[in-house]
C-alpha cells in the first residue's frame, strides 16, 4: 500500500487566494483525519470523518475552513479566503479506528 | 477536559546515553496510549502502542515505555540513544475504548555525536 497521500506538499500563496489540500486515505480504513502542526500550537485536530461522514469539526478555527469527503478514497480541506496565520503543515491521516492512525507526509502551506 | 502532558520540551543528549521522556495523561478511565515520532521534515510514526497486558511495552528501534496507572504515566524510554534518533516525540492517549487521539505538545530530541 502506498500510505496515505497528500497533495500538493508544499503551496506558496497570497493572502486572500483560495487553497485546496487533497488527501487519499489508505483503502479500507474508514477514519480519516485533518490536522494543523504549527511551532506554537504543536499539533491540532481539525477534522475527522468516519464513513464519509464528519463526526467532530470542533476544531476547526473558523468558517473560513472548510473540509469534505465526498467518498471514501478522497477528501479536501479547503481555506478561503487564506490568510498568513493559517501557514502550517496540515497532515491528513486515515484508519480503521479513531485511535489507530497512520500520517500522510503533510502539506507545508506558506501563506505571504 | 482530557489533556496529556510532555513535560520536556527540548531534551539534549550525547550518543549512548539513557533516555526517558515524560508523559502524563488526565483521564481516570480506560486508555490506550501511544507514542509517535517525527523525524526532520517527516510525517508522524507510530513507534509503540499500549491497549491492554503487560504494561511494559517495547517497540520499534530499541524504545519501550511504561505504563504505570497509578501515576496515569506513560514514559518513553531507550537505554542508549543514537544521533539518528534525533527527532521530536508525541505521546497520545485515546481515552475509552473508541476515542480519539489527543497528542501531547511533544517533546525535541537532539542527540550530539
Known amino acids: 500500500d502506498a500510505g496515505v497521500i497528500q497533495s500538493p506538499r508544499h503551496e506558496v500563496t497570497e493572502m486572500g487566494q483560495e487553497v485546496t489540500l487533497r488527501c487519499k486515505p489508505i483503502?479500507?480504513?474508514?477514519?480519516l483525519f485533518w490536522y494543523r502542526q504549527t511551532m506554537m500550537r504543536g499539533l491540532e485536530l481539525l477534522i475527522y470523518?468516519?464513513?464519509?461522514?464528519?463526526?467532530?469539526d470542533s476544531g476547526m478555527p473558523e468558517d473560513r475552513f472548510s473540509a469534505k469527503m465526498p467518498n471514501a478514497s478522497f477528501s479536501t480541506l479547503k481555506i478561503q479566503p487564506s490568510e498568513p496565520r493559517d501557514s502550517a503543515v496540515y497532515f491528513c491521516?486515515?484508519?480503521?479506528?479513531?485511535?489507530?492512525?497512520?500520517f500522510g507526509p503533510g502539506t507545508r502551506l506558506t501563506v505571504t | 477536559a482530557q489533556s496529556v502532558s510532555q513535560h520536556n520540551h527540548h531534551v539534549i543528549l550525547s550518543e549512548a546515553a539513557s533516555l526517558e521522556l515524560g508523559c502524563n495523561y488526565s483521564?481516570?478511565?480506560?486508555?490506550?496510549l501511544f507514542w509517535y515520532v517525527q523525524y526532520p521534515g517527516q510525517h508522524l510514526q507510530l513507534l509503540l502502542k499500549?491497549?491492554?497486558?503487560?504494561?511494559l511495552v517495547k517497540g520499534i528501534k530499541g524504545f519501550e515505555a511504561e505504563f504505570i496507572k497509578s501515576k496515569f504515566s506513560f514514559n518513553l524510554r531507550k537505554p542508549s540513544v543514537q544521533w539518528s534518533d534525533t527527532a521530536e516525540y508525541f505521546c497520545?492517549?485515546?481515552?475509552?475504548?473508541?476515542?480519539?487521539?489527543?497528542f501531547g505538545k511533544g517533546t525535541k530530541l537532539s542527540v550530539k555525536p
Open positions: 491521516a486515515s484508519g480503521i479506528a479513531p485511535y489507530e492512525q497512520y
Open positions: 483503502s479500507g480504513h474508514d477514519y
Open positions: 470523518f468516519n464513513n464519509n461522514v464528519p463526526i467532530d
Open positions: 483521564y481516570g478511565g480506560t486508555v490506550n
Open positions: 499500549y491497549f491492554s497486558g503487560d504494561p
Open positions: 497520545a492517549v485515546s481515552p475509552g475504548s473508541q476515542g480519539n487521539l489527543i
